[in-house]
């Protein structure tokens, strides 16, 4: 698994000098499958060779370094992810990856996946929630009042600004034409339904 650090060198025997034991040029550590050449050579120089299959392998996935990850939430998007990591028996460290697209809008789960470099991989998931609880908020402290002759047949509906959705136009069930006195109330609602009111 991931690299060889040592060797025990084989043996021959020589017909004068007895045993030999093989040496090879092959330097440790073996980190990728290889054959090595031994060579046992005798007082006089003669010598022979004997090759030595060496596989090198990496079965293991990379294990997460958080038993778990912790949710995220933001306000209307998420914009900035923090990849966690994995540690891998023969490559250290390994950062997720993710195909989930920034900015995140809606609550989602993002699956972060550690692969290392012989292709083992393992993945990890990871919640998020976006939320809007704010409502939105007037773009005028109060509004003006409105002043006709007999009836009013026309009404500019004064708007808000929501933390997520930008401008949101005021509403009312108020009908036209209004013929007496009254006071109108204007509704602001986001696309998540938080909603206030102004007259």
Same mark, same amino acid.
């Given at each position: 698994?991931?690299?060889?650090?040592?060797?025990?060198?084989?043996?021959?025997?020589?017909?004068?000098?007895?045993?030999?034991?093989?040496?090879?040029?092959t330097t440790?550590? !073996?980190?990728?499958?290889?054959? !090595?050449?031994?060579? +046992?050579?005798?007082?006089?120089?003669?010598?022979?060779?004997? %090759?030595? &299959?060496?596989?090198?392998?990496?079965? =293991?996935?990379?294990?997460?370094? #958080?038993?778990?990850?912790? *949710?995220?939430?933001?306000?209307?998007?998420?914009?900035?992810?923090?990849?966690?990591?994995?540690? =891998?028996?023969?490559?250290?460290?390994?950062?997720?990856?993710?195909?989930? %697209?920034?900015?995140?809008?809606?609550t989602t789960? !993002?699956?972060?996946? +550690?692969? $290392? #470099?012989?292709?083992?991989? #393992?993945?990890?998931? *990871? &919640?998020?929630?976006?939320? $809007?609880? =704010?409502?939105?908020?007037? &773009? #005028?402290a109060s509004?003006?009042?409105?002043?006709? *002759?007999?009836?009013?047949?026309?009404?500019?509906?004064?708007?808000?600004? &929501?933390?997520?959705?930008?401008?949101?136009?005021?509403?009312?069930? %108020?009908?036209?034409?209004?013929?007496?006195?009254?006071?109108?109330?204007?509704? +602001?609602?986001?696309?998540?339904?938080?909603?206030?009111?102004?007259?």
């Amino acid at each position: 698994q991931c690299e060889l650090t040592a060797l025990t060198p084989p043996t021959a025997t020589d017909n004068c000098d007895g045993a030999i034991t093989g040496v090879t040029t092959t330097t440790l550590p !073996i980190t990728t499958t290889t054959t !090595i050449t031994w060579t +046992y050579t005798d007082s006089t120089g003669n010598s022979s060779t004997q %090759t030595q &299959d060496v596989v090198i392998q990496d079965t =293991d996935p990379p294990l997460a370094d #958080s038993a778990s990850l912790p *949710q995220l939430t933001a306000q209307c998007e998420l914009t900035a992810l923090t990849p966690p990591t994995a540690t =891998d028996n023969c490559d250290g460290a390994i950062t997720g990856v993710t195909t989930t %697209t920034l900015p995140i809008t809606t609550t989602t789960t !993002i699956t972060w996946t +550690y692969t $290392d #470099s012989t292709g083992n991989s #393992s993945t990890q998931t *990871q &919640d998020v929630v976006i939320q $809007d609880t =704010d409502p939105p908020l007037a &773009d #005028s402290a109060s509004l003006p009042q409105l002043t006709a *002759q007999c009836e009013l047949t026309a009404l500019t509906p004064p708007t808000a600004t &929501d933390n997520c959705d930008g401008a949101i136009t005021g509403v009312t069930t %108020t009908t036209l034409p209004i013929t007496t006195t009254t006071t109108i109330t204007w509704t +602001y609602t986001d696309s998540t339904g938080n909603s206030s009111t102004q007259t």
